[in-house]
């Protein structure tokens, strides 16, 4: 027992290695990684899967550094052990995760899993005669959590295998996890339908108004050119390490011209005099000469004034270390450092939210070369916003006869992986497509993954398809129960890097299948129209990604929301440099990443808590993936209602959408 123990704390051990957590420096390391040890055995988790739940919930409750305490961890444990509740009981007849000794080999426990009962000292084999109120023993309390009993009325789940496993002999068939699974996992799920979150600021209705009239069309979908969207494969993996550093340097170039614009970073304020002058010298029509704008200034140049420097931030590391407050590097741009590298001295900034990849803006001095001191950080500017004119908003949403009745657009929107870890049935999806037709919305967006390449039967090669064979009959299953019940509704499909049917590269063309009417094949990530509003998605965990690499002070308690942020901030769908490991980016088409403007709806799938969030005009929503291992997942359902009339101005003038004042964000159980 000791060595397999002695195996599984170091496999614990080097998976927070692998997340940049030092958990064997910490003082009592050896006793966090015992306890860490007997959580993977308590609620059956490898160390991988284990560190990244850690991770997870170490983000969400923001823990400094992600570091495990014996207090956090009991928190962690309780939380394992809520979530277990919605899954089956893993008992000895399934998976005995206890390390048995001579000592302990011959208990009740572990002879029960045989159908033997053991009767003193005296094993005698037979037709066991427990009561189920005494079955549980003693030795089960660290296996069995206590609101997993009868009482729960959980265990009933399991009567169609022919009772509970402790009274089954242990046989190939009682070990098998997808068919003992299946059915306390999703199947026997709790809380279909229920609202997680609803976001509601103006407490509007959360039902679309009946159908009174149809407009023409009656939702718009619209991929434009100008928005950097991919519409086809390309050929890749031929990029050369020059074209990924001018892309490097392009972002950083026009996001300081940017924030220059922006923030008037180097507009001097004239004196009374001077602008009378000016306008003096305008009157009379003469010329006036201007001085040559100031620039930024080299990042490595000298300085005990102040002065503006911009670039990128960087890790002080050899590509593997994680970002903090004294590894921060801010690289310059080509034109203006000519691609110098100096040490950041973030005391004397107030605030601050930085990770690597982001381009920034600074105020501060450089008294020697090789070490900047800022007092001021712009952490990037965001795109405009689009604007539409008040006659289109009229003819989207109101019917030219009367001004009194307004449509609202309705869409969902759902996350893969469409089916749970222990089969591939699909049944969360077609409990979805159930809600589609019963709701009918306007759009249907389904991001990837569809064929999950992390599913553990297609890891393990237990199928007998093509992973292109599974994706079409997902996909011809979606189409044909949409059609035939909610005719109207517009489906959209985007990929995932996840997909297994396709390229795994980033920026990801659209799918390639052929495409019926009101079926539409985006790329990722996409940004495109439906009616006036502005969507943009992408389904790389890009909050996740970031969430490890950020260092922060005083930015307040709302982490969602400052990550999300970044990405309108930076105007990239991934502005992490250099990308987490799985994501494969192509920097000859890395332009499709761009946020061309700020979208009104930003859809940000992860596997941190779901949310809906208004950010300063933008409606941030991350939907939660369809399904989690065996359980249930979330998706989303946005009711976007008609601006009040009396807000649409009668002038030519354009208006600013203001989306997240009017809509209504349900995040639901499936």
């Not at 890749?236 to 300081?256: G, I, W």
């Not at 609202?408 to 749970?420: Q, R, S």
């Not at 990405?567 to 980016?585: E, F, H, K, T």
């Not at 601006?643 to 499936?670: G, T, Y």
């Amino acid at each position: 027992g000791g060595a397999a123990m002695t195996s599984t704390e170091a496999s614990v051990l080097h998976e927070f290695s692998e997340q940049n957590v030092n958990l064997a420096a910490a003082a009592d390391g050896s006793l966090l990684a015992a306890k860490c040890v007997q959580l993977c055995a308590q609620h059956d988790l490898q160390p991988s899967a284990f560190v990244d739940k850690w991770m997870a919930y170490a983000i969400n409750n923001q823990l400094p550094d992600s570091l495990p305490t014996e207090r956090a961890l009991e928190r962690f444990g309780n939380e394992l052990q809520k979530a277990s509740r919605r899954k089956p009981v893993v008992t000895s007849a399934v998976v005995d995760t206890t390390i048995h000794t001579k000592d302990t080999i011959m208990t009740d426990d572990f002879l029960s899993s045989f159908g033997v009962e053991s009767v003193g000292n005296i094993s005698v084999k037979g037709e066991p005669e427990v009561e189920p109120a005494q079955k549980p023993p003693a030795t089960k309390a660290a296996v069995t959590p206590k609101p997993h009993t009868a009482g729960r009325g959980r265990m009933t789940k399991r009567k169609p295998m022919g009772g509970s496993p402790s009274k089954q002999p242990l046989s190939p068939s009682s070990l098998s996890s997808p068919e003992s699974l299946k059915d306390g996992g999703y199947a026997g799920r709790q809380n279909a339908g229920h609202v997680e979150v609803l976001y509601n600021p103006e407490n509007r209705s959360t039902e679309k108004p009946p159908m009174l009239f149809r407009l023409d069309p009656d939702v718009r979908l619209i991929m434009s050119k100008e928005m950097h969207n991919l519409d086809r494969p390309y050929r890749y993996m031929f990029e050369k390490s020059m074209a990924r550093a001018d892309s490097l340097n392009d972002r950083v170039h026009y996001l300081s011209a940017a924030m220059r614009r922006e923030y008037a970073l180097f507009k001097k304020q004239e004196t009374e005099l001077e602008a009378a002058a000016r306008a003096l010298a305008a009157d009379d029509g003469e010329v006036v000469d201007e001085e040559e704008p100031e620039d930024f200034a080299a990042v490595s140049l000298p300085s005990q004034e102040p002065v503006h420097v911009s670039g990128l931030i960087c890790v002080d590391a050899l590509g593997e270390g994680k970002l903090n407050r004294s590894s921060v590097l801010l690289e310059g741009g080509m034109q203006v450092s000519a691609g110098a590298r100096v040490r950041l001295n973030l005391t004397e900034a107030p605030s601050y939210s930085l990770f690597p990849g982001q381009v920034v803006a600074m105020q501060g001095v450089n008294s020697l070369g090789d070490c900047f001191t800022p007092f001021k950080i712009y952490q990037g500017c965001r795109a405009p916003q689009a604007q539409t004119t008040p006659q289109d908003f009229v003819n989207h949403y109101f019917s030219a006869d009367t001004a009194s009745d307004a449509q609202a657009l309705d869409m969902m929107i759902a996350t893969g992986p469409y089916t749970p870890d222990d089969n591939l049935e699909y049944r969360p999806l077609e409990d979805l497509l159930d809600v589609v037709n019963h709701v009918s919305p306007d759009v249907l967006l389904l991001a990837g993954p569809f064929v999950d390449i992390d599913h553990p039967m297609i890891k393990n090669a237990e199928v007998s398809k093509t992973f292109e064979e599974l994706m079409a009959e997902v996909v011809a299953r979606i189409i044909s129960r949409v059609r035939a019940e909610s005719k109207d509704t517009q489906i959209v499909f985007v990929p995932s890097l996840s997909d297994a049917a396709h390229d795994g590269v980033f920026p990801q063309p659209p799918f390639q299948f052929e495409q019926p009417e009101n079926v539409h094949c985006f790329s990722n990530p996409v940004t495109f129209a439906v009616k006036e509003m502005i969507v943009g998605i992408s389904t790389t965990d890009v909050l996740f990604h970031m969430s490890g690499q950020e260092v922060s002070s005083e930015q307040g308690g709302d982490r969602l929301g400052r990550l999300s942020k970044h990405l309108l901030d930076q105007r990239s769908y991934y502005p992490l440099y250099p990308p987490a490991g799985g994501v494969n980016i192509d920097f000859d088409h890395v332009a499709h990443l761009r946020l061309p403007v700020t979208p009104d709806i930003l859809i940000v799938p992860s596997r941190l808590s779901y949310f809906a969030k208004n950010l300063d005009g933008c409606l941030v929503i991350n939907p939660g993936h369809l399904t989690k291992r065996r359980a249930g997942g979330t998706y989303a359902r946005v009711v976007v209602h008609a601006p009040r009339r009396v807000d649409i101005r009668e002038d030519r003038k354009k208006l600013i959408h203001n989306v997240p004042s009017r809509a209504v964000v349900q995040i639901i159980r499936v």
